[in-house]
């Protein structure tokens, strides 16, 4: 007969009605603990779900979010693209009537420069030839106003977002690419 596990009075203390504790190593884990109906099956099935590490000071609940592992992730270009946003919505805004022709524009050069950029995702924008402007123009004139080169910008391009099951991470970012965001004035995690 397998030996019922015998806990000290500060774990028991802290686990509560469909609730368990399972000690691996030196280190005390709490589930919460349900059973299901699986058919073809007599009896019903325990299921477990971890909320985290209990310690004499009281539980460390756990801050990570499981993945669906069918869950496919997505990756879009964010860096380059959340810079250009920022730079030339300012830049041009006064030369259009509206924020959202302004952004119309804005969006249609994020196209030409970074056409995987996640600021594009689920967007359908307006061409360029309906909005009566030519891009490369708006480009030249963001260069010109704010002093540099978009080419300049590329290493931005490494910037990216991924997205799975409705969660948005950032790629980590650089020293040499934080420098630069910082020098345009730009904060990619608004």
Known sequence: MPRKAVYPQWV????????SAKK???QYYLYETTSI???????????SKYIGVITPEGIRYSSRKKVDIDDHP??????LSRCIYDICFKTLRKEFSTDDLTAEVVLNIIKKLSPK???LKDRTI???KELHVCICNQLKKVEEKNKFKFEDLQILKDIHVLEISGRRIITAVSEEQQKLIESLGVNIYE
Do not use: A, C, F, M
């Open 117 to 119: 950029s996640y600021l």
């Open 12 to 19: 028991r203390d802290q686990i509560k009605s469909g609730q």
């Open 126 to 128: 307006t061409d360029p």
């Open 37 to 47: 109906t699986v058919k073809g099956k007599k009896n019903p099935q325990p299921k």
């Open 24 to 26: 691996v190593g030196d």
């Open 74 to 79: 997505e990756w879009y270009e964010y860096g």
